[in-house]
DNA sequence: CCTTTATTTTTTTTT
DNA sequence: AAAATAAAGG
């Protein structure tokens, strides 16, 4: 290959980047700088240049999404499959490595990993046979916190012990959930990467080998590390292997799962001799949209500081759209897809970002009523659906009878008559006997332990994954899903399901044969071979790409729609035009997030993304209303609407077409005459409205929530900081 | 033991 | 408002 091909058109950032020769590097990419650009030619510059061996490379990535793209990427320069390579998502890469060595990791062959539904399920049997109350412990806090040591890389006889009831039997449950696991060979995702750190710990030799095997490391989006993978890459580096870490501190924004920002402050104290790059050029989007960005990011304190500037045009002004309600506002965001493809645009050039997943409703109808093809990311995932998940609970069966989450999973779908009385007699016997809950099944029927009903439904349960299993090994791996989901009853169990919800779910179970036919078990590494184990049938290497991939690239890939998605899995994508949706306080900054400092500014990043985003043309609207919960919130426009500087938006005027309603218009700084709802109410407060409370003093009313007894108010205190009162309570005295 | 109906809870982001 | 859970009815 031409070396000039991989530098000549690189800024002198990007071309250090590439061709560094310095130990180690940290390369602060801000967004739009061509970030993965340079971490694929840097690889092909070890592997062309340098003369590294493909297999000495480890490329880490967060999302399969980025994975899937570098791969892409690399094929293209390289001409060559990217499949045996190391490159991967920290979870992917860390599995795959316990696959290989599950004899040194302490795990059985076929540990089977748990994606966070089966893990909050295990958490509650856990709680319910030792007796936790489940009211007092809400069992969500309690995986939380198991997922919050996780990635701290603390098991729990890591936990400092405390006298405080609630800590200890958080400790207690975590103990517990552990013994379970490894008694059951479950894996969650935070085990993957703790278990994955545990391996290098506890085999040197093997550690060395893979030190000795690895020449580079590289880390996108190194920002979003959490302790336990940052621990993991410095383990496995030694101080043999290259690392290039790439990433940008003002884009990080998984802190909520235990991502330490700290992390790129502490590589240059970790690798000695690491060279620093700053990439600054954006070459994405235009003057006035990365100016926005810039203003918005820049109230932000403790930045590791960064210039971002383009070369590229002004660019046409941010529009602002401010809708009266939810309903409006998708109404607005369809007619701009509509324009956009009019003038010829691909729809798939245009995405609609939004903060949380609940925001999507609203926008999908109004696209649907328009007939407006579009397409959603996320949300819920494909392999967690539960008529998908029943399906893949058969399918692990048919290769392992003895998993009991399976079996508790289908030993009644469809229902066969086997109820709860029944499951817990069998799961006592299991338990006594120290058997599998399969085994249990045969045990208790042979033993006549069970009623006459529940003993020949019990049976027939056991049959019929006997007779779907039988002769599988003559068939493809597409034949067994389908044969399963014919068989199992499935099918014809969700047909009767009322309204269109069955039919959906029996599109599904349609798409997972397909999903099967389109599985291509040479992607995988075949991992047994190399450790001269049996090697792993493609059902079971289907099984285990179900659970760490969220399978959204399923359907309809090819037809030209509009992108919709939050804002998190909108990181690392680029769209000419960018739709920013509900810029409201309370929504975006999330109300979860916004009375700490720390999570506001994660926000402000999280708004910074969103903003970089977008190449040509920048959307945002907001609600002044938004149906949430059943419940009718008013509300003002997002903080980082206002930073951004004025001259860079245009008001977007309301079509006189839509009348809307003076009922629904909050006026921010007036005394409330509007509102005929909050008139009702007798509400004695506007927006902006000045009041004083007997506790904590003057302030400010800033926001909304609910109506009659339940209406709270929001008041930023002048000393008492932000709080919300319920105003029946309250006793505001108006100013 | 299954299905229907009433009640309660949940409302951020994801590998 | 929707989903999950609990209780009642068949």
Redesign the pocket.
């Known amino acids: 290959m031409d070396i000039s091909l991989l530098v000549d058109q690189l800024n002198d950032g990007q071309r250090n980047a590439v061709a560094a020769s310095s130990p180690h590097q940290l390369v602060l990419a801000g967004a739009g700088s061509g970030k993965t650009r340079v971490l694929v030619h840097r690889i092909a510059w070890l592997l062309e240049v340098e003369g590294v061996s493909p297999f000495a490379v480890m490329a880490v990535t967060?999302?399969?999404?980025a994975a899937k793209e570098m791969k892409g990427r690399l094929e293209e320069l390289l001409n060559v499959p990217a499949n045996g390579m190391w490159v991967g998502?920290?979870?992917?890469l860390a599995h795959r490595f316990l696959k290989l060595h599950w004899r040194e990791a302490g795990l059985p062959q076929h540990f089977q990993i748990l994606?966070?539904d089966d893990q909050l399920r295990l958490v509650?049997r856990v709680m319910r046979e030792n007796n936790v109350d489940d009211?007092r412990y809400?069992p969500?806090q309690i995986q939380w916190f198991i997922?919050e040591q996780k990635d701290e890389g603390r098991r729990a006889a890591h936990v400092m012990p405390s006298s405080d009831p609630f800590a200890k039997t958080l400790r207690e449950v975590y103990y517990l959930y552990e013994q379970i696991c490894q008694q059951n060979g479950l894996v969650d995702?935070?085990e993957i990467l703790l278990r994955a750190h545990e391996l290098w710990l506890e085999n040197p030799d093997l550690l060395a080998h893979y030190q000795q095997r690895f020449r580079n490391i590289l880390v996108d989006e190194f920002q979003d590390t959490n302790n336990i993978q940052y621990a993991w890459i410095r383990l496995l580096a030694g101080n043999k292997v290259s690392v290039m870490a790439v990433g940008d501190d003002d884009q990080s924004?998984?802190g909520?799962?235990g991502a330490n920002i700290g992390n790129i402050r502490d590589f240059q104290q970790d690798f000695p001799g690491a060279e620093l790059i700053k990439l600054e050029q954006n070459y994405r989007s235009t003057k006035t949209i990365l100016a926005a960005a810039n203003a918005v990011i820049s109230n932000n304190s403790g930045r590791l500081g960064k210039n971002l500037f383009t070369d590229g045009a002004e660019g046409e002004p941010i529009r602002l759209y401010s809708a009266f309600n939810e309903q409006d506002e998708a109404r607005y965001i369809a007619d701009q897809v509509d324009n956009w493809a009019k003038e010829g645009n691909a729809r798939a050039d245009m995405a609609i970002l939004y903060?949380?997943?609940?925001q999507s409703?609203t926008l999908e109808e109004a696209l649907l009523r328009a007939g407006i093809p579009y397409r959603i990311?996320?949300?819920q995932?494909f392999y967690e659906r539960l008529e998908i998940k029943n399906a893949l609970a058969y399918l692990r069966l048919l290769l392992n009878r003895d998993d009991d989450g399976s079996v508790e999973r289908v030993i009644?779908v469809p229902?066969?008559?086997?109820?709860?009385?029944?499951?817990d007699i069998l799961r006592s016997f299991a338990r006594d006997q120290g058997c599998s809950l399969w085994k249990s099944c045969e045990l208790a029927i042979a033993n006549n332990a069970l009623?006459k009903?529940?003993t020949s439904?019990v049976q027939s349960f056991l049959d019929l994954v006997d007779e779907m299993s039988a002769g599988i090994e003559e068939l493809e791996l597409q034949e067994i899903v389908s044969h399963v989901i014919e068989n199992s009853g499935l099918i014809e169990h969700h047909k009767k399901e009322k309204g269109e919800k069955g039919q959906a779910r029996v599109d599904n179970l349609e798409e997972l044969v397909n999903a099967a036919r389109q599985f291509d078990a040479d992607e995988e590494p075949d991992l047994a071979e190399e450790d001269g184990d049996q090697p792993l049938s493609e059902l079971a290497q289907f099984l285990d790409r179900a659970a760490?991939d969220?399978g959204d690239g399923q359907a309809d890939e090819y037809e030209d729609a509009v992108q919709l998605?939050?804002?998190?899995?909108a990181k690392g994508l680029e769209f000419p035009q960018v739709v920013l949706a509900g810029l409201e306080e309370g929504l975006f900054p999330?109300?979860?997030?916004m009375d700490e400092a720390e999570?506001l500014e994660?926000?402000r990043r999280?708004a910074y993304v969103g903003i970089t985003r977008a190449m040509d043309q920048l959307i945002i609207t907001h609600a002044e209303s938004r149906?949430?919960?059943?419940?009718e919130n008013f509300s003002t426009p997002s903080r980082f609407i206002r930073e951004i500087p004025s001259e860079y938006i245009s008001e977007v005027r309301l079509k006189n077409t839509v009348s809307r309603p003076l009922s629904a218009r909050p006026k921010l700084g007036g005394a409330i005459t509007t509102g005929r709802k909050l008139l009702d109410d007798s509400l004695p407060y506007g927006l902006g409205q000045r009041v004083l409370h007997a506790m904590f003093g003057e302030g400010t009313v800033v926001q909304f929530e609910g109506q009659g007894n339940g209406l709270r108010v929001q008041v930023n205190f002048d000393d008492a900081g932000s709080k919300w009162l319920v105003v029946s309570f309250a006793k505001l005295e108006a100013l």
């Open positions: 967060f999302t399969n999404k998502t920290f979870h992917g994606d966070s509650k009211s809400p969500k997922n995702f935070g924004i998984y909520w799962r903060r949380s997943n609940a409703r990311y996320g949300g995932r009644n229902a066969r008559a086997i109820g709860e009385k029944t499951v009623p009903r529940a439904s760490l969220a998605m939050t804002l998190h899995s999330h109300k979860m997030s999570g994660e926000e999280l149906r949430l919960y059943g419940q």
